[in-house]
């Protein structure tokens, strides 16, 4: 049975992770390396865990989790259609059974808000695990004076978390941003589409999304 610690430990695959966050640097955008990509398996597992999910769903989150970006290698136009190819021949390689490659594909072809639609718990946990990780280390621009809205937008949340309530009712993202840096606007501006996703992913979970900025709840 393939496992998370596995994939982690796949050469070739650390490989993808690193050249398609190379080709994201080349363009200018955030980090989508091992940072993120291990922040998002460990949310997603976290997300079924807390909600009683079994222990495989959890394992092939995880695993959702750690190659849902791969396919930015090829191009980051369709990068969730072509990662979900890429992790398909990966995984069928390595004779993981159907019933598990199906979930992980479908999650990761389903994780980006230009198409994407949480079709089932794995792929609502991937959804809400990616598009939360907000973060000022995903900034690589280092001269402040160059940022764009996206720079501005992550380099100005100074602290970020996402948490299940006890009731296990609702799923909170809860952000501090420092507004002299950016505003609130600005985060909706970019990130608007990435909440209604997560909202949805939620009710697919049965839990209402919260977002909360500054103490202030907005969602």
């Given at each position: 049975m393939v496992t998370y610690k596995e994939i982690k430990e796949n050469e070739a695959i650390?490989?993808?992770?690193?050249?398609?966050?190379?080709?994201?640097?080349?363009?200018?955008?955030?980090?989508?390396s091992f940072?993120?990509?291990?922040?998002?398996?460990?949310?997603?597992?976290?997300?079924?865990?807390?909600?009683?999910?079994?222990?495989?769903?959890?394992?092939?989150?995880?695993i959702a989790g750690y190659l849902h970006d791969i396919g930015n290698l090829v191009n980051r136009i369709d990068h969730s259609q072509s990662g979900a190819i890429?992790?398909?021949?990966?995984?069928?390689?390595?004779?993981?059974?159907?019933?598990?490659?199906a979930k992980i594909v479908t999650a990761i072809g389903n994780h980006d808000e230009g198409t994407g639609v949480a079709v089932n718990p794995v792929s609502a946990a991937l959804i809400l695990a990616d598009k939360t990780d907000v973060r000022?280390?995903?900034?690589r621009n280092a001269d402040t004076t160059k940022f764009d809205i996206h720079d501005r937008v992550n380099y100005s949340?100074?602290?970020?978390?996402?948490?299940?309530?006890?009731?296990?009712?609702?799923?909170?993202?809860?952000?501090?941003?420092?507004?002299?840096?950016?505003?609130?606007?600005?985060?909706?501006?970019?990130?608007?589409?990435?909440?209604v996703m997560c909202r949805n992913a939620a009710d697919?979970?049965?839990?209402?999304?919260?977002l909360v900025v500054n103490d202030q709840q907005l969602l």
């Open positions: 650390k490989t993808y992770i690193t050249c398609a966050d190379e080709s994201l640097k080349a363009l200018g955008f955030t980090e989508h940072a993120h990509v291990t922040k998002v398996a460990e949310n997603a597992a976290y997300v079924l865990r807390t909600l009683g999910y079994p222990e495989r769903d959890i394992e092939l989150a995880k890429m992790a398909f021949r990966i995984l069928d390689k390595l004779d993981m059974p159907a019933s598990d490659l000022r280390s995903r900034v949340v100074e602290k970020s978390d996402l948490m299940i309530n006890s009731e296990k009712t609702q799923i909170k993202l809860s952000l501090q941003i420092n507004t002299k840096i950016s505003s609130v606007m600005d985060y909706f501006e970019i990130f608007l589409g990435r909440m697919k979970l049965g839990l209402a999304f919260k």
